[in-house]
């Protein structure tokens, strides 16, 4: 069986929506992935392993990493140790959310950061789930923008959950002998649908 170093790597191209040719933006060596446009579609945020490769690597080394839409080089903004995964951006594209687990066997959380005129972040991500007990899902933002959603099991459950972009607040948004996926909410923030399946009805 080939070494996983020997297989061509996942890369990120970009094509207009009338189907001209696509333009590779990224030439690593490690797979692409978790693509998030910026709010003003002038660059993409997207995860990847520089050293999935590396089979004496028993860190976590996951980053995300930026690259403009046109032209320059894909730029890292997390560092190790640790992996950092889910990049979602504010409606306005101020802010970046996203999951961050230190070292094996230690617990996820859910951080926030500003984001500069230029992308990069400004100042040192917020730790919004600290104190919090459970493992949050990949963060979705609410409409207003002041707080990110995500889902997270709770007694055998799965539920929605809100925590203000300051962390003060964690509230839990859906309830009930259930678990709750695929979430969608409306583009006025009034509705929200989602699956759900239970013991009984699947």
Do not use: C
């Not at 999951?99 to 990069?120: I, P, S």
């Not at 730790?127 to 007990?133: A, E, I, P, R």
């Not at 309830?175 to 006025?188: A, C, K, L, M, Y």
């Amino acid at each position: 069986r080939p070494h996983p170093s020997t297989q061509a790597k996942r890369q990120l191209f970009i094509v207009a929506a009338d189907g001209a040719t696509p333009i590779q933006r990224t030439d690593v060596a490690f797979d692409v992935g978790g693509l998030v446009w910026s709010a003003d579609g002038e660059r993409l945020y997207f995860t990847g392993n520089a050293l999935e490769d590396d089979e004496y690597n028993r860190d976590l080394t996951t980053d995300i990493y930026m690259v403009g839409r046109e032209s320059g080089d894909p730029r890292a903004l997390t560092s190790n140790p640790g992996s950092e995964s889910a990049p979602a951006l504010s409606p306005t594209g101020a802010r970046l959310a996203f999951l961050q687990t230190r070292a094996r066997g230690e617990g996820t959380d859910l951080r926030v950061v500003d984001l500069a005129a230029d992308g990069t972040f400004r100042g040192v991500p917020r730790n919004l789930t600290s104190d919090w007990d459970m493992t949050p899902g990949a963060p979705t933002w609410a409409t207003t923008g002041d707080g990110v959603r995500f889902l997270a099991g709770v007694s055998g459950d799965q539920h929605l959950f809100e925590v203000s972009v300051t962390g003060d607040l964690i509230r839990q948004l859906t309830t009930g002998d259930r678990q709750i996926g695929s979430v969608s909410t409306s583009e006025d923030g009034r509705v929200i649908a989602y699956t759900v399946t239970d013991a009984v009805s699947p």
